[in-house]
């Protein structure tokens, strides 16, 4: 298996621009997981999807942050309008159980800065 | 809301000598606690976890430990080795209560092995 997957692996926008990170799970994980890292706040779980279905997105930042995940295998989270203050590294997770650190595979990220 | 911290930003050993570590939480409710390993450039792997039961863990190369009493964790690395350096982060998870689920990792150690 090719782990998580992630793109794009860097992204580079201005300010009020839309982003769009993708992310694809590990086949036949049912669970799938949005973080957040930044060198003020560190890794921050933003909302987890469970059989497609975002159980908790109490870590979304405000309402410019969305998530979607139409189908098993494909996770969106975006950003709009975007600003500086969302630069960061953007970690897509998935894992089979919940609360079970050995079956949670991050992907590599997603550097993003907003100019 | 409760955080997980940790006490040493920064640990430099000899390649060989063994690594220690450590880590704070203030959650008493937590039972659930991971150690990740991050390298530049790469999303967080999982090394070893441990549940509240339990105060020692061993896995290939490292142990951790948990005291419960002072709400301390802690990760030992035997023989390390230059691929050993990265960030190492510990998170915890409230299995029993709402938060099921949702990891709060700490701030990390970087972890420096000097051949």
């Known amino acids: 298996d090719a782990g998580v997957i992630q793109s794009p692996r860097h992204e580079v926008t201005e300010m009020g621009q839309e982003v769009t990170l993708r992310c694809k799970p590990i086949?036949?994980?049912?669970?799938l997981f949005w973080y957040r890292q930044t060198m003020m706040r560190g890794l921050e779980l933003l909302i987890y999807?469970?059989?497609?279905?975002?159980?908790?997105d109490s870590g979304m930042p405000e309402d410019r942050f969305s998530a979607k995940m139409p189908n098993a295998s494909f996770s969106t989270l975006k950003i709009q309008p975007s600003e500086p203050r969302d630069s960061a590294v953007y970690f897509c997770a998935s894992s089979i159980l919940l609360g079970s650190g050995e079956t949670q595979y991050f992907g590599p990220g997603t550097r993003l800065l907003v100019l | 809301g409760e955080s997980v911290g940790l006490h040493l930003p920064t640990l430099s050993v000899q390649e060989g000598d063994n690594s220690i570590i450590n880590c704070a939480y203030s959650?008493?409710?937590?039972?659930?606690f991971i150690w990740y390993k991050q390298e530049s450039g790469k999303g967080p792997q999982f090394i070893i976890d441990i549940r509240s039961n339990m105060d020692k863990r061993q896995g290939q190369r490292v142990t951790v430990l948990l005291n419960k009493t002072v709400k301390h964790l802690s990760l030992q690395i035997a023989a390390t080795q230059p691929g050993d350096s990265a960030v190492y982060f510990c998170a915890e998870d409230d299995a029993g209560g709402t938060s099921y689920g949702k990891l709060t990792f700490g701030q990390g150690t970087i972890l420096t092995v000097h051949p």
């Open positions: 999807f469970n059989n497609n279905v975002p159980i908790d």
């Open positions: 959650n008493s409710a937590s039972d659930y």
């Open positions: 086949s036949g994980h049912d669970y």
